[in-house]
């Protein structure tokens, strides 16, 4: 769970349970998760179940740009849908794919652009499931990529080692 003040700019916000919507909350350990985020493991008085929450600044938003030129926002969420979706029914925890997210927004944010390409993002995450996880990295990079056919998937296993049929 992130909280952000972009959607409640100017309103105080109150922490719930995403189990049972009580406010009875307690904070049952703290950490930076990086120089950006802190990290809380809460606990829920009334149902007893925990649940981790990360806070984090607010910066300039970074604009991606797609393909065709069409602009949008960056969107965490969206970033760690594609990945979660690549990483599915793998062994790879969820701390996992967070440190990764954490680490692509870090670098486009310390980039000198406010304006990002698709392109760039698509790269970082290739780069990073890679490093973690080849199927990971191949179900990823046969969306991104576009592959056509069966023969691009086979050059792209080529490439990491592995063996035609």
């Known amino acids: 769970m992130f909280l952000t003040g972009s959607e409640n700019r100017g309103k105080v916000v109150k922490m719930i349970c995403p189990y049972c ?9 703290k950490r930076e998760s990086d120089e950006k985020s802190v990290r809380r493991r809460r606990e829920c008085l009334k149902c007893e179940k925990r649940f981790t929450t990360y806070e984090r600044i607010e910066s300039a938003d970074l604009i991606v740009v797609k393909k065709e ?5 960056f969107d965490r969420n969206k970033l760690k849908g594609g990945i979660l979706k690549a990483c599915e029914k793998r062994p790879i925890t969820n701390e996992t794919i967070e440190k990764i997210v954490d680490e692509i927004e870090t670098e486009l944010r310390n980039e000198d652009q406010v304006e990002i390409p698709s392109k760039r993002i698509g790269g970082l995450v290739m780069k ?5 996880d080849k199927v990971a990295y191949i179900r990823f990079a046969s969306v991104y990529r576009e592959f056509a056919d069966l023969e691009s998937f086979e050059n792209e296993l080529k490439k990491l080692g592995g063996k035609k049929r």
């Open 21 to 29: 919507a009580s406010e009875e909350l307690k904070v049952i350990d």
């Open 69 to 73: 030129g069409r602009r949008e926002r």
């Open 128 to 132: 990073k499931l890679k490093r973690t």
